[in-house]
């Protein structure tokens, strides 16, 4: 992990011996925990006092999930009073159908993701896409973004549109309501077929009722740079991303991507003051948007 967050004296100071201690001890005390955790009242007095202080002592949540995710333990992240399941300016590195389970319902204000397309899409390079030859994911991943938007908030998802039908019925399945779609028109061609492929496109969805946007933005927006996909086969400009967050979400909220590719939705929420947190499953992907979010350049 290379962000370098800021921790809210929360939770990590109170416990600063956990930062140092090898992740091994650390393990052996979650499993410690859970066996305590799994033992019924009877059972427990069998367990001798000069154990027991150390085993109810509860392991930070927020460890538990580093732990989990496999972060390394020199992170600093940046969490909520309120809620220690919501790390914020974190990208994880996982799945995630495993992690975003474990985050808190209602905790983020704003989702914009741009998911595997359902195309198998290989570019000359050879470079391909965790995800886009199946659809097992589709419909429990919008489950779960569903789960953890906040009450009334917006989710903006890029998607392929081969698969139209099938992204359509996971949204609606997972409960959102379609508010708007959007095309972003290409001054040049990403590939040819029975067309010139020219044009991306995306749906932004609601949960429940969010308030209207005070200057709500045109539904053609113009794809005017070219990243020449060079940290990441689908690789979207930040420009485009900066109007979606800017208008959709408010400073200071968290933005969720879990399908983050090399961190541009990320790098964009981070650019305009907004609390970022992003899932990738593919290392390589991962270490690429860790360095270029620990850099305060805006890049491609
Ligand atoms: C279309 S790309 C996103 C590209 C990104 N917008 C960018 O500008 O770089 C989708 C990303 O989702 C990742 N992915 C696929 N399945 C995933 C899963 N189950 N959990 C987390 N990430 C996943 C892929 O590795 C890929 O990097």
């Not at 927020?62 to 990208?91: I, N, V």
């Not at 470079?127 to 030859?133: E, F, N």
């Amino acid at each position: 992990m290379s962000r370098a967050g800021v921790t809210s004296g929360h939770a990590l100071s109170t416990f600063p011996c956990y930062r140092i201690l090898p992740t091994a001890y650390l393990s052996l005390k979650l499993s410690a925990c859970r066996a305590w955790q799994g033992l019924n009242r009877h059972r427990r007095k069998f367990v001798p006092p000069v154990f027991r202080a150390a085993l109810v002592q509860p392991v930070p949540r927020e460890l538990m999930l580093r732990l989990r995710f496999a972060l390394p333990l020199g992170t600093r992240q940046q969490f909520s009073g309120k809620d220690l399941a919501m790390p914020t300016d974190t990208l994880i590195h996982g799945d995630c159908l495993r992690v975003l389970p474990e985050l808190a319902a209602g905790s983020v204000d704003f989702i914009l993701t741009d998911p595997p397309y359902l195309v198998r899409y290989r570019p000359r390079d050879g470079r391909g896409v965790a995800g886009d030859d199946n659809a097992a994911w589709l419909k429990p991943a919008f489950a779960q973004m569903y789960r953890v938007l906040q009450a009334d908030g917006f989710c903006f998802s890029f998607y392929g549109w081969p698969h139209a039908d099938r992204f359509m019925e996971a949204f609606r399945s997972a409960g959102f309501r379609p508010v708007g779609h959007f095309s972003f028109p290409k001054r040049y061609t990403s590939s040819v077929g029975h067309v010139r492929c020219q044009h991306e496109c995306a749906y932004l969805l609601a949960k429940g009722n969010p308030n209207k946007p005070r200057n709500p933005l045109g539904d053609v927006i113009e794809w005017s740079e070219n990243t020449g996909n060079k940290l990441h086969p689908t690789q979207k400009p930040v420009s485009v991303l900066l109007p979606l967050i800017e208008t959709y979400s408010s400073v200071g909220g968290r933005v969720l991507d879990p399908f983050a590719g090399s961190g541009s939705s990320l790098l964009a929420a981070k650019t305009l003051g907004r609390g970022w947190l992003g899932i990738e499953i593919d290392q390589h992907y991962h270490a690429v948007a860790s360095r270029r979010l620990a850099n305060e350049g805006v890049g491609p």
